[in-house]
């Protein structure tokens, strides 16, 4: 059996290719997460005319919490400073922070029936790049605008962005 935080971590890879196959791209999972990525969106080919870069990929930390701590307009989410600081640095491929938001009870996460298959909540994502260096040492909690919501619409204009050369 999985425990609740494999649960979270196997929805929240479900949540991302469903959203990336909205938008035809594919998604390629990292086996072994090193470098804070566990997931990497690609786009086959240059996705529009005005594209710079042919096939433009992001890398993706996830994460999942069924407990959202939201202040005024942002999710303050508490992230490890190894992930921090991973995804601050700079990097030849984009890298975002998605955080997949679930309701409180277990049961609520997922349903299912002959007509549909429902991931309660969504996910939201931060990048990260540039942030400032943290003297914290166990985690950093970096605040997510409730605007950033990670859904095929808004991947596809990230990802749009990347091929121009326009998302660092």
């Known amino acids: 059996m ?36 566990d997931a990497e969106i690609c786009c086959n080919g240059y996705l529009a005319p005005e594209s710079l870069l042919y096939s433009p990929s992001i890398k993706l930390q996830l994460k999942a919490t069924s407990h959202v701590h939201i202040v005024e307009d942002s999710i303050h989410f508490p992230l490890p400073i190894k992930n921090y600081n991973d995804l601050r640095a700079k990097s030849v491929t984009p890298r975002l922070l998605v955080v997949l938001c679930l309701p409180e009870l277990k049961d609520e ?22 942030f400032p260096e943290s003297e914290n040492e166990a985690s950093v909690t970096v605040k997510i605008p409730l605007d950033n919501v990670f859904s095929p619409d808004t991947l596809y204009d990230l990802m749009l962005k990347t091929s121009k050369i326009e998302l660092p």
Request: proline share 0%; glycine share 2%.
């Open 2 to 37: 999985l425990t609740e935080n494999k649960i979270k971590e196997e929805i929240s890879l479900a949540y991302v290719v469903a959203v990336a196959a909205a938008k035809s791209f594919s998604t390629e999972f990292t086996r072994v997460d090193y470098d804070s990525v």
């Open 109 to 130: 996460w997922v349903t299912h029936s002959t007509e549909e298959l429902i991931v309660k909540k969504c996910a939201y994502y931060l990048n990260l790049f540039g």
